[in-house]
Structures are given as C-alpha cells and as structure tokens.
C-alpha cells in the first residue's frame, strides 16, 4: 500500500528488511582501527601541508578554508562509515534469509553483522594514541608567551655586572623544549584546521583550544560512527528503489500485455458518420 501527501501525489513505501544484529566487537574491529588509525595520520599530514599555506592569510580567508577543510574531513568519515554500516546490514540480512531457511551460520559471521556502537569503537580505538597525548596536553597547557631572544646590543654590556648578570642568564642559555612543547607541537598539528581558525595571535583561544583539544580529536570517530547508523538507511533505500523499479516494469509489461490481448483498445471508439 502507498502513502498519499497532502498534494495527493502518490509517495514510495519504502521497503526493509529484517537483519540479523551482530555485536559491538568482532573479529575486524582491531584491523578496521589500524585502518581508521592510518586514514587519520593520512588527514593530519594533509590539512598540514593544506593548513601550512593558509596560516599567513587574511583572517576572512583562512576562516572559510578551515571551515571548508573541516567539513570535508567529516565527511570523508562519514561517508566511510556509512559504507560500513551498509556492508554490516547486508550481512544481517544474508544470515536472517539464511535463519529462516534452516541454514547453519557461524558465530564469527553473526558477530560481523550492524550493531549500533560497531563503529564507535573503531573510530575510538583508532583515535587512542593521538587522544592519549591531547588528554596529557590538556591538563599541562599554559598560555605562551614569547620566548628568550638575542639581547639587544645596549644591554649587552650589563651581562659583565654582578649584580644583574643572573637575571640575564635566561636569554643567554634558553631552555630546550620540555614534554609540553613537544605535544603542544604535535597536538596542534593534529587541530590545525581548528588552529587556523582561532589564530595564532589569540593566545587566549588558543589555551582554550588546546583544552578542548581531546574532544576535536574525536570529531572523526563520532562522524564515523554516525555514518554508520546511517547504513540502515541506505540498505532501505537501496530495497526501495529495486522494489519499485520491479514495480514499473511489471506494470509496463501488464500494459503490453492487454495490449496484445486487445489490440484495437489503443485506437479507440470508432466514429460514425
């Protein structure tokens, strides 16, 4: 039966079938995480070099490139995760034809099939090393300030005074980089995009950032696993479109049919003089 709309066109029933639930966890989830894992380092290394070239520009342009640039990034996760999910439903589908005909599946082949929280911990796992640093950042982050310099020329001779040659000390032996530089550098590789939003000359937004930096990260996980949910969604409109597509062709080939069986229905009433 079709559903009407208000206009009175007739709308597509769409069509699902049932599918067997698998489990949160199977036996691809860790080689799935080294996938997402190294898709991730893919994307950093590329919204790098992207990003790179657009620090130095006018706030207007590097804004809506990092808008872009994000975007993409979310959906590039998100389209792949919906494939997944689709592939996961088909599965469940296979087994459920297979259940109902009395034929034997394995355990591992149940376990492969959709589950709504599959792909969360894939994204998640895959995220744990890179999560891992931003958390350790997070707590340790400071603002930063300008770091020592070359002294000028006219101080130069008050380093040969006693009294004030130690608080000079600082510019003249500076300290290497400590833990939080090191992650500080590598974290904001990893939210570049988010990085070049805010502004390097936003000090302020940019400790907040790094705060927030742990959350950011999981951006791709979440947009991963959302894509997968939507699996369901694509496998109902892919049945939808074979149904009705079936549909039309049966209804084209009743029409030819009567055709055939009353050849001079098409021609119509004939008229009298």
């Not at 699902?16 to 036996?27: E, I, L, N």
């Not at 904001?188 to 939003?197: D, E, Q, T």
């Not at 990260?217 to 079936?246: F, Q």
Request: aromatic share 10%.
């Amino acid at each position: 039966m079709k559903n009407h709309d208000q206009s009175g066109n007739t709308s597509i029933k769409s069509v699902r079938k049932p599918f067997v639930y698998g489990t949160p966890a199977d036996s691809s989830t860790v080689r799935t995480s080294l996938q997402f894992f190294g898709i991730l380092i893919l994307v950093f290394f590329v919204t790098f070099i992207a990003g790179s070239s657009v620090s130095g520009a006018g706030p207007a342009v590097r804004i809506i490139f990092s808008v872009a640039v994000i975007l993409l990034v979310l959906f590039i996760f998100f389209s792949n995760g919906s494939n997944l999910g689709a592939d996961a439903v088909a599965k469940g589908e296979i087994l459920y034809q297979k259940k109902e005909e009395g034929k034997p599946f394995s355990e591992s082949e149940r376990k492969m099939c959709y589950h709504p929280c599959k792909a969360y911990i894939i994204g998640f796992l895959g995220t744990i090393p890179f999560l891992l640093a931003a958390i350790v950042f997070s707590f340790s982050t400071t603002i930063t300030m300008t770091g020592p310099g070359t002294l000028p020329s006219w101080i130069q001779s008050y380093t040969r005074r006693a009294d004030i040659a130690n608080a000079l000390t600082t510019y003249l032996h500076p300290e290497g980089l400590s833990l939080t530089d090191c992650l500080r550098i590598a974290v904001r590789i990893f939210i570049l995009p988010f990085v070049n939003l805010v502004g390097t000359d936003n000090p302020q937004g940019l400790l907040t950032l790094e705060r927030l930096s742990p959350v950011l990260l999981l951006l791709p996980a979440v947009s991963y696993g959302t894509g997968y949910l939507s699996g369901k969604k694509i496998r109902s409109r892919i049945h939808t479109m074979i149904s009705e597509s079936n549909r039309r062709r049966k209804k084209k080939e009743n029409r030819a049919r009567k055709k055939r069986m009353n050849p001079n229905s098409a021609s119509g009433p004939e008229k009298l003089n």
